[in-house]
């Protein structure tokens, strides 16, 4: 088992333009760009997903059914659970370089 940390993603608008999916998590510190469907097979096969915010906080990355923003029905879906600060949010991470 490994873990693995992200510290930037690339998002995409929604079919309805409605709000902004994770397309591509970028692995921190080796510059390859894993999509949802890859983190979460990596979950699935042991590994543990992580944020790294600025302020060095982190966050476990979850997997989730669908999207869970209200009628959209975007699978699979990455998300971390909120905390202490919003700096390790996945959704709050800077774009990929």
Same mark, same amino acid.
């Given at each position: 088992?490994?873990?693995?940390?992200? @510290? /930037?993603?690339?998002?995409?608008?929604?079919v +309805? /333009?409605?709000?902004?999916?994770?397309? &591509?998590?970028?692995?921190?510190?080796?510059?390859?760009?894993w999509?949802?469907?890859?983190?979460?097979?990596?979950?699935a096969?042991? @590994?543990?997903?992580?944020?790294?915010?600025?302020?060095?906080?982190?966050a476990?990355i979850k997997?989730?059914?669908?999207?869970?923003a209200?009628?959209c029905?975007?699978?699979?879906?990455i998300?971390?659970?909120?905390?202490?600060?919003? /700096?390790n +949010? &996945?959704d @709050? &991470?800077?774009?990929?370089?």
């Amino acid at each position: 088992m490994s873990t693995y940390y992200t @510290n /930037a993603v690339h998002k995409v608008w929604s079919v +309805n /333009a409605s709000h902004q999916h994770i397309e &591509l998590v970028c692995q921190e510190g080796s510059g390859t760009h894993w999509t949802p469907d890859e983190v979460i097979a990596s979950i699935a096969g042991g @590994n543990v997903w992580r944020t790294r915010g600025k302020d060095g906080s982190s966050a476990l990355i979850k997997p989730l059914q669908y999207c869970p923003a209200p009628g959209c029905l975007t699978k699979p879906y990455i998300t971390t659970s909120p905390d202490h600060t919003t /700096a390790n +949010n &996945l959704d @709050n &991470l800077p774009a990929c370089q």
